[in-house]
């Protein structure tokens, strides 16, 4: 159950469509694949939530008619228990083959909002 004592990672990336498939191929295909390879638990890390979403970028969000700007805006969203799983998951990251790809040309790139160690301040299940 996700609560307040529940610590996030949420990055947030805006990529050019055309890049949108090697950003994808990293994020969908490679980090997916080391995460439930590595974090299945039961202990630590054990994500209660892991999620990779995207959307066309809205030239107006309150009008989509406006078209798109010709990015994807693209999230990652990670949920753990506590600040122990959310550590544990920062100290296995050092075991992806792709976390200097990551780092480099995703984070470093496309990053427009990073939250790690995230606080949850509010929650359906609260």
Known sequence: MINKSCRTFNFMFRVPDAEVPEVEAILATSHEKWMRATHQGPAEPSPLVYTISKAAEL???????????????????????GLEGSQAHMESSAGWQDIGVMLEKVIGNYSVGMIMHGEVIGSMAD
Not at 65 to 78: N, P, V
């Open 59 to 81: 030239k107006n969000p309150l009008d989509p008619s406006e078209g798109t700007t010709g990015h994807t805006m693209m999230a990652l969203t990670e949920v753990y228990r």
